[in-house]
């Protein structure tokens, strides 16, 4: 699916790999940003972007969301679920105020599979749509210092495959996003090597265009056999 003439929502778009994807995608496309910061919303509409506020976390920023979509944007062709928050913490033996898991759980997962319940019915009026999910390899396997955040991603894995089948004879087609780690602000505080979100997007953006279910960097396509078939090297891998 050619990535061009067509109008694209992305959760999460006014920072990080969201930011840097609608900027790459903003020449050929009508691009519109979903977040809740109304600062950077409005850095947004300066820079050109449509913009809708809306906190994923909250059930009638959604529904508002979804209407806004369906009056002002009934051509929507494209979503990309981008949106996501990390608490690193030791699930174990931290005190962590008790909404944090919820709202890890809410923005990074029911948030956006209620958003694409409510914007299927827009998708599925376009000769051809896209839904692209981003997860992460700790779906896969998670990380001992972020366990929700693993579980999370692993719920919009699950998802996102089953999302597929259920979708499988109409022209809407869904896609998993798996980044590595990249240098946003998520991962400021994180010291390995990090990819930037323009090498990123340059790379990630044919296989979109190509058709790929998959939409990843080489490294992590290995990863999910290693978590499969090797979880103790996996286990190493991740608490490095």
């Given at each position: 699916m050619k990535l061009t003439n067509k109008t694209i929502l992305i959760t999460g778009g006014t920072s990080g790999i969201g930011n840097t994807l609608a900027q790459a995608l903003q020449k050929h496309n009508?691009?519109?940003?979903l977040g809740k910061d109304p600062v950077k919303l409005e850095k947004a509409r300066q820079q050109g972007f449509l913009t809708i506020p809306c906190d994923l976390s909250k059930q009638e920023d959604i529904e508002k969301a979804a209407i806004t979509v369906q009056n002002d944007y009934p051509d929507l062709a494209v979503l990309f679920n981008n949106a996501g928050v990390q608490y690193n913490y030791l699930f174990t033996s931290s005190v962590m105020p008790l909404d944090k898991i919820g709202q890890e759980m809410d923005i990074n997962f029911t948030g956006q599979a209620v958003l694409t319940q409510l914007l299927i019915p827009v998708l599925m009026t376009k000769e051809q749509a896209l839904i692209v999910n981003t997860t992460s390899g700790l779906a896969y396997f998670p990380k001992l210092n972020g366990l929700v955040y693993s579980a999370s991603k692993a719920a919009l894995r699950s998802f996102t495959t089953?999302?597929?089948?259920?979708?499988?004879?109409?022209?809407?087609?869904?896609v998993e996003f798996i980044p590595p780690v990249t240098a946003t602000n998520m991962t400021a505080d994180r010291d390995e090597n990090k990819m930037t979100p323009q090498e990123l997007i340059r790379i990630i953006l044919p296989q979109l265009e190509k058709g790929r279910k998959v939409v990843t960097t080489g490294k992590l396509r290995l990863f999910p056999w290693i978590a499969f078939l090797f979880p103790g090297l996996a286990h190493k891998i991740l608490s490095k």
């Open positions: 009508k691009v519109i940003l089953g999302l597929r089948y259920a979708l499988c004879d109409s022209n809407v087609k869904v």
